[in-house]
């Protein structure tokens, strides 16, 4: 599977932004997919997964209520609605997907990485 993250720019606080992950050469349905997120001299960290069914999915406790994860398995394509965006939330983001049909927070069961896509929110 190849994964390409996008959507990604500079929003004030307060704003909100789609990413978009698109994924090609197999069948994306039968993987759960997952977000990440890795600031500026910080470890990376898990933002939100979602099942392959879009039945489940976890956030992150400083995403809750702020974002939503999505899928449009006919599009090969999973989404990060973030709205109410904070300068925290400033980050390069990455979209993950692993087989399964758990979801989990470790990025270490992830099987396959996008190349990830700038977020930058001013104060």
């Known amino acids: 599977v190849q994964l390409q993250a996008s959507g990604g720019g500079l929003v004030q606080a307060g704003g909100s932004l789609r990413l978009s992950c698109a994924a090609s050469?197999?069948?994306?349905?039968?993987?759960?997919s997952g977000w990440f997120r890795q600031a500026p001299g910080k470890e990376r960290e898990f933002v939100a997964a979602i099942s392959w069914g879009g039945g489940r999915t976890i956030y992150t406790d400083s995403v809750k209520g702020r974002f939503t994860i999505s899928r449009d398995n006919a599009k090969n394509t999973v989404y990060l609605q973030m709205n109410s965006l904070k300068p925290e939330d400033t980050a390069v983001y990455y979209c993950?997907?692993?087989?399964?049909?758990?979801?989990?927070?470790?990025?270490?069961?992830?099987?396959?990485w996008g190349q990830g896509t700038l977020v930058t929110v001013s104060s």
């Open positions: 993950a997907a692993m087989i399964g049909v758990g979801v989990t927070r470790g990025d270490s069961e992830y099987d396959y």
């Open positions: 050469g197999r069948t994306f349905s039968r993987y759960a």
